[in-house]
């Protein structure tokens, strides 16, 4: 490291221009790098409800469906449908006017399809589309369908929600940016002694953050949760690298009088106190990439790339920076505002032992209530209730109760009394209020041949014919669950192949593999951070006592959810869990002095770092948490504030203590560590 320091020193200006040269191509991968906001995309291809979905849109060209909500009357809604057909990538138009302005009187339909189709002088028109929910085809065709419909007209559907999504969170990317800059800058501010310094870290993470958005383009796409929240979670994750090497630098520059050399000093022992750090944060998001929910792997890639690259920086271009603005950081000094933490320093030490029977108190309930923590699967629970698909789809709930419509895929030589026989027994499964089969309106008298084609269509195939199921049951409610259960064992006694497919139906398996993969990646990544950190740090019991630290720090983060009622979305599940870079010090100091001489000098050179990056950490996310409308953005960066201070506690206070009282623990179990200081009298 000390020939990368003396290169990056004598070659600064270089260094500069290479990595403003290198934005241009950055650029251009981030604005070409697609996202997707549609969740149900990540489940695995190989589940049967994500099977059943490629065939409806393979062979049924129903990858998507809407439902519109209008007044108009028969005629105008006819001229509308008319209209609608012409839009690029709508299959078919179905609405009670298809059926009752041919030769069928509306009182012949039984009283379950009208109640869905037509009340209180609102008509819904059915919409399904070529392409799948979040396919751009289908979202521009949303689009158009919003503009052709009358303005008393409500749209609603998946796919309306992914456009409202799409909008919403398109408008907002930007001020969570510009937010989270502000506010870690006035923190900035306050802790550092100059008032370019600020400006010089900042832009060195934003430059590390462009490289990270335009590399994205090697996944093609990425969600609009990873885009959201990346470049926020970057300029949280690395910042404490960036204050530790100025720290180091200003230091090493005390001893040292030429500039140069107290920078290759600072690069050196920056290298060595964040790499196990970095590494360590690295695996955690690289152990998202074990979950079988492929927005895991998203949002894993993603986030190890951004370290990767904040800490390339921060070890080529800020050290670059610094020494070729020197001349004016020292014109912009300023007194330092941030207080000295010596009381709290000191106060940890002398008191370990009190704190370390406050983490017992604290231990127990942290663990169980963060096992017991209200997590919601409803996408569209987490967006607001003034969005145009969320009044589309209260309207469809509250006046035709039309909630989680449910498509069973089953053969085609399924014969008429069986599918007969079925369709009863399907009515009288608990929340299903309206079955529709392709015998349902013949059972009724009406021909087949007296029906639109368009209607008809919809039903069946040569391979397979469908049943149309509405649920009063909310999408991921228990209830919904228990029923989807039931309709499966109903269906497949008659077709051991069917599938039941919609909304409800993939709600229910994402559900179902989130919870497994959010516990699996916890153990995992506990796993991978401790197998480095025995390697980085060469002890066997120090891990352990680390790892249980950041497992304390996530119980009471999660643990506050629950005690204060708050309900989170489930993606908020992924905690970032981040090793602190006092325990590499203490190490360092241990060798040379008694622990509490080492604690207090380990405290002393990082305590200022831990806590401006962890206030930094907490304005940047708060104030994402603050700003932001969607609530999957909202309840991350709100978790993700929280514990940061509750992470910025444990390490100055609870990690302090921990090391202290298993000093002789420690010493035993770590390579190296000298034995007159292992021997010491405590």
């Known amino acids: 490291m000390k020939k990368i320091g003396k290169f990056i020193t004598e070659h600064s200006l270089l260094i500069v221009i290479i990595s403003l040269v290198l934005l241009i191509p950055a650029m251009i991968g981030f604005i070409s790098t697609k996202t997707n906001y549609d969740i149900l995309v990540y489940l695995p291809e190989d589940i049967e409800t994500v099977q059943g979905q490629n065939i409806l849109t393979d062979e049924f060209?129903?990858?998507?469906?809407?439902?519109?909500?209008?007044?108009?009357?028969?005629?105008?809604?006819?001229?509308?449908?008319?209209?609608?057909?012409?839009?690029?990538?709508?299959?078919?138009?179905?609405?009670?006017?298809?059926?009752?302005?041919?030769?069928?009187?509306?009182?012949?339909?039984?009283?379950?399809?009208?109640?869905?189709?037509?009340?209180?002088?609102?008509?819904?028109?059915?919409?399904t589309f070529k392409t799948s929910t979040s396919e751009e085809t289908t979202i521009n065709a949303i689009r158009e369908l919003r503009k052709t419909v009358d303005k008393s007209s409500h749209v609603s559907g998946m796919t309306a929600m992914v456009l409202d999504t799409m909008d919403l969170s398109n408008k907002e990317v930007v001020a969570y940016i510009i937010v989270a800059v502000v506010l870690c800058s006035i923190v900035l501010l306050l802790a550092t002694d100059s008032y370019l310094v600020p400006v010089l870290l900042l832009g060195n993470i934003g430059v590390a953050i462009l490289y990270n958005m335009g590399t994205n383009i090697i996944f093609g796409e990425i969600?609009?949760?990873?885009?959201?929240?990346?470049?926020v979670l970057q300029l949280g994750v690395t910042t404490d690298f960036s204050i530790f090497l100025y720290h180091k630098y200003e230091q090493a520059k005390e001893e040292n009088s030429d500039k140069k050399k107290a920078m290759q000093i600072a690069i050196s022992e920056t290298f060595k106190s964040v790499i196990g750090s970095s590494l360590t944060t690295i695996a955690g998001f690289l152990a998202l990439c074990s979950m079988d929910l492929t927005l895991g792997k998203d949002i894993g890639l993603v986030m190890a790339k951004g370290v990767f690259f904040g800490l390339v920086c921060v070890l080529t271009l800020f050290p670059a920076l610094l020494l070729a603005l020197d001349k004016y950081i020292e014109k912009t000094k300023h007194k330092l505002l941030l207080p000295k933490f010596d009381k709290i320093n000191s106060f940890s030490i002398k008191h370990y032992k009190v704190i370390l029977i406050v983490l017992l108190l604290l231990m127990f309930p942290a663990y169980y209530r963060n096992q017991n923590v209200n997590v919601y699967y409803k996408l569209d629970k987490?967006?607001?209730?003034?969005?145009?698909?969320?009044?589309?789809?209260?309207?469809?709930?509250?006046?035709?109760?039309?909630?989680?419509?449910?498509?069973?895929?089953?053969?085609?030589?399924?014969?008429?009394?069986?599918?007969?026989e079925l369709t009863n027994k399907l009515k009288e499964v608990k929340g299903?209020?309206?079955?529709?089969?392709?015998?349902?309106?013949?059972?009724?008298?009406?021909?087949?041949?007296?029906?639109?084609?368009?209607?008809?269509?919809?039903?069946?195939?040569?391979?397979?014919?469908?049943?149309?199921?509405?649920?009063?049951?909310?999408?991921?409610?228990?209830?919904?669950?228990?029923?989807?259960?039931?309709?499966?064992k109903i269906v497949k006694s008659y077709d051991k192949k069917a599938i039941t497919a919609g909304e409800g139906p993939l709600t229910k398996d994402l559900t179902t593999i989130a919870d497994h993969d959010f516990k699996m990646?916890?153990?995992?990544?506990?796993?991978?951070?401790?197998?480095?950190?025995?390697?980085?740090?060469?002890?066997?019991?120090?891990?352990i006592i680390l790892v249980s630290a950041i497992e304390f720090a996530i119980f009471v983060n999660m643990s506050i959810a629950y005690y204060t009622g708050v309900e989170l979305p489930f993606v908020a599940s992924i905690v970032i869990g981040t090793i602190q870079l006092g325990s590499t010090k203490y190490l360092e100091e241990r060798k040379k002095k008694n622990k509490?001489?080492?604690?207090?000098?380990?405290?002393?050179?990082?305590?200022?770092?831990?806590?401006?990056?962890?206030?930094?950490?907490?304005?940047?996310?708060?104030?994402?948490?603050?700003?932001?409308?969607?609530?999957?953005?909202?309840?991350?960066?709100?978790?993700?504030?929280?514990?940061?201070?509750?992470?910025?506690?444990?390490?100055?206070?609870?990690?302090?203590?921990?090391?202290?009282?298993?000093?002789?623990?420690?010493?035993?179990?770590?390579?190296?560590?000298?034995?007159?200081?292992?021997?010491?009298?405590?």
């Open 596 to 682: 509490f001489d080492a604690m207090k000098e380990t405290l002393s050179k990082t305590s200022t770092s831990i806590i401006v990056s962890a206030f930094c950490f907490f304005a940047a996310t708060f104030g994402v948490a603050m700003y932001s409308k969607i609530d999957m953005i909202a309840s991350i960066c709100n978790l993700l504030a929280r514990g940061s201070i509750i992470s910025m506690l444990v390490v100055i206070l609870i990690l302090p203590s921990l090391l202290l009282f298993f000093d002789k623990f420690i010493m035993k179990t770590t390579k190296n560590m000298k034995e007159g200081v292992l021997n010491e009298k405590n």
């Open 223 to 231: 969600s609009y949760i990873t885009k959201a929240i990346s470049a």
């Open 61 to 127: 060209n129903l990858g998507a469906f809407s439902f519109v909500i209008t007044d108009a009357d028969s005629y105008n809604i006819l001229q509308m449908e008319e209209n609608i057909k012409k839009i690029d990538g709508v299959n078919q138009v179905i609405s009670i006017a298809d059926v009752t302005d041919t030769t069928i009187p509306i009182n012949m339909l039984p009283d379950d399809v009208k109640d869905k189709l037509y009340k209180d002088d609102r008509t819904v028109i059915v919409v």
């Open 382 to 420: 987490s967006l607001p209730a003034t969005l145009p698909s969320s009044i589309a789809n209260s309207e469809l709930k509250e006046k035709f109760n039309i909630v989680s419509p449910e498509i069973v895929l089953i053969d085609k030589n399924i014969s008429g009394n069986e599918l007969s």
């Open 432 to 488: 299903v209020d309206l079955v529709l089969a392709p015998n349902s309106i013949t059972e009724f008298g009406i021909p087949t041949s007296m029906l639109p084609d368009d209607l008809v269509e919809i039903f069946e195939n040569d391979k397979y014919q469908l049943i149309i199921l509405n649920s009063t049951y909310e999408v991921a409610s228990d209830e919904l669950s228990t029923q989807i259960d039931e309709v499966n």
């Open 521 to 543: 990646v916890n153990y995992t990544s506990i796993i991978i951070i401790f197998v480095i950190m025995l390697i980085v740090l060469k002890s066997a019991g120090l891990p």
